[in-house]
């Protein structure tokens, strides 16, 4: 099992920028992978980034350029940067860890952007 924390949500305007961390705990030498979700209100639940363990990341078509993940492997925390927030952005961000055993996820965070 894996247990994952996140942190760093919160209101900010339309063009601002927050911070979304997550640290994980527990069987950490099973994650072959970390990555950030998102689900707003209405809708399911979406990728927003993911890096695999060799360090390649992947992010979606709405996010990019705007966002950058990234992965402190001797603290075992992944970071969502997240820069030239929209209203669109608006939703509950997990964390997620996959293993070969399954999915790991977060408790989530929201984070809500004024227009």
């Known amino acids: 099992q894996v247990q994952l924390v996140e942190s760093g949500g919160g209101l900010v305007q339309a063009g601002g920028s927050l911070r979304l961390s997550c640290a994980a705990s527990g069987s950490i030498f099973s994650i072959n992978h970390m990555g950030w979700y998102r689900q707003a209100p209405g809708k399911q639940r979406e990728l927003v980034a993911i890096l695999a363990n060799g360090g390649s990341a992947n992010y979606a078509d709405s996010v990019k350029g705007r966002f950058t993940i990234s992965r402190d492997n001797t603290k075992m925390t992944v970071t969502l940067q997240m820069n030239s927030l929209k209203p669109e952005d608006t939703a509950v961000y997990y964390c997620?860890?996959?293993?070969?055993?399954?999915?790991?996820w977060g408790q989530g965070t929201q984070v809500t952007v004024s227009s």
């Open positions: 997620h860890a996959g293993t070969s055993r399954g999915s790991n």
